[in-house]
């Protein structure tokens, strides 16, 4: 009986690490960001916290605004005629922070009232300020605008940034990263792995973003001149995706281009690619550049794979990078004359 009982156990234990398992192949973004415990997931609690507290705030203002609307002014040594306005006021940010009640308990999905607070408050905070520059409100008036809204800016955008890595990142399926040579001897093109054709001849590897961005449209375009541009360097063009194998072919029409299916971004990380930030994903750089590409008729599509992860592009012979383009930020695309010639 003893060993009938260690056997259930055990089996039990498997399924649910199996079943956690299945949970975070599914939802893979969403596990990365969430605390995850035996086979269930919840939100990371700060968030939560940061929403509460800013429903607190926020009921605290509506009915002080709307019960005493002449009080601020008074302290202010003002006298205005607009009580019934700022009534209103207090009205909507009673909207408000019911939303952000709502909220607290899934941010993730409700990201959308996040993201209509933060404008609100960032939009308040530019109010007052230039009300203050122009001498209209004393700057000592400001302490109801920081409790309200400025000291909330900064956690609700941190919410925001949370949220865009939760459905646009990617959990790699291995906690422990390939090594370089463990990625090229598992990842294969037509059952053969990288390694071994490494050792036959110098690979020119590109590492692409997602099939939906407009960087990896442009790239598409320039495709022929990269692969006859690695030709005439005695190499062969290797291309990189995130999509399930055979899923590229919607987006890739070129048959005759090598590709290596890295849906987890396992293969990326062995190589040193690692996530953008906001600097960049949406730095001045990346905004020139796009609208260039959008002028050039490039376009966006849906999200097709990691919307965080960096390109590259890698010279790989006999199983060793020998020249190396990590891209420091979305909008850089792989030069082949420069990987060739360090």
Known sequence: ????????????????????????????????????????????????????GAAVTGFIYAIWAMFWPELWFDWCNMRTGYNEMWMTVGMLNGVLAIGLLLSA???????????????????????????????????????????????????????????????????????????????????????????????????????????????????????????????????????????????EREYLVNDEVKRVADPYCELYRAFGLGKGGVFELFGPRVILHGVLALIKGCGVGVLAGDGLQLPGAFLVKNGEIISAQRARDIAELPQLEKLFST
Not at 3 to 19: R, Y
Not at 29 to 49: F, G, H, I, L, Y
Request: glycine residues 4%; aromatic residues 10%; proline residues 5%.
């Open 1 to 52: 009986m003893t060993e009938q009982k260690a056997a259930v156990n055990v089996s039990k234990q498997i399924f649910q690490e199996n079943q956690l398992r299945i949970l975070q192949v599914l939802l893979p973004s969403e596990a990365m960001k969430q605390n995850c415990t035996d086979n269930s997931c919840r939100p990371s609690s700060w968030r939560k916290v940061v929403l509460l």
């Open 105 to 247: 308990n899934n941010p993730v999905r409700y990201w959308p009232t996040v993201l209509i607070a933060t404008i609100a408050k960032i939009g308040a905070t530019i109010g007052f300020s230039w009300a203050a520059y122009r001498g209209v409100f004393p700057l000592q008036a400001g302490w109801v605008i920081l409790l309200n809204d400025i000291i909330w800016i900064p956690p609700f955008l941190m919410i925001l940034w949370s949220t865009l890595e939760t459905y646009a990142g990617r959990q790699p399926h291995r906690t422990t990263p390939y090594t370089l040579k463990e990625a090229l001897e598992n990842y294969e093109i037509e059952e053969e792995s990288l390694l071994a054709l490494s050792q036959q001849k110098t690979l020119t590897i590109v590492f692409l973003r997602h099939f939906g961005c407009t960087f990896t449209r442009q790239l598409l375009r320039e495709l022929d001149s990269l692969k006859k541009e690695a030709t005439q360097n005695g190499t062969q063009l290797v291309l990189v995706h995130m999509l399930q194998s055979g899923k």
